[in-house]
């Protein structure tokens, strides 16, 4: 079946950076949009930043704007979030999500069916 695994999440200072990776199996990433999602503890899940196929357009939730960008490595069927400039108020799991993909992507959690297990950002001193 379709599967997402996300890595790179841990530890960091305010003003620090990370990338976050999400590695798609069975099926190739490049044809889907591809979603970044976080929930913080007791908060909803928020759409953060979101990418159509192929060259499509990204969206971004306003806070993050000018701090995260994604990018794709489509021969390792994987996009990439960077997240510099980081907060403690981008402290949460991290989610990547899928869905076929358009050249718009959405940022509403509802309209993806596939997501990764979630990896942990902490953002403190």
């Known amino acids: 079946q379709l599967q997402l695994v996300e890595s790179g999440g841990g530890l960091v200072q305010p003003g620090g950076s990370l990338r976050l990776s999400c590695t798609a199996s069975?099926?190739?990433?490049?044809?889907?949009?591809v979603g970044w999602f976080r929930q913080a503890p007791w908060k909803e899940r928020e759409g953060v930043l979101c990418?159509?196929?192929?060259?499509?357009?990204?969206q971004y939730l306003d806070s993050v704007k000018g701090r995260f960008a994604t990018s794709r490595n489509n021969a390792e069927n994987t996009v990439y979030l960077q997240m510099n400039s980081l907060k403690p108020e981008d402290t949460g799991v991290y989610y990547c999500?899928?869905?076929?993909?358009?050249?718009?992507?959405?940022?509403?959690?509802?309209?993806?069916?596939?997501w990764g297990q979630g990896t942990q950002v902490t953002v403190s001193s």
């Open positions: 999500a899928a869905v076929r993909g358009s050249y718009y992507c959405s940022l509403n959690v509802a309209q993806y069916p596939y």
């Open positions: 990418v159509g196929n192929k060259l499509g357009r990204t």
């Open positions: 069975n099926f190739t990433l490049e044809t889907y949009n």
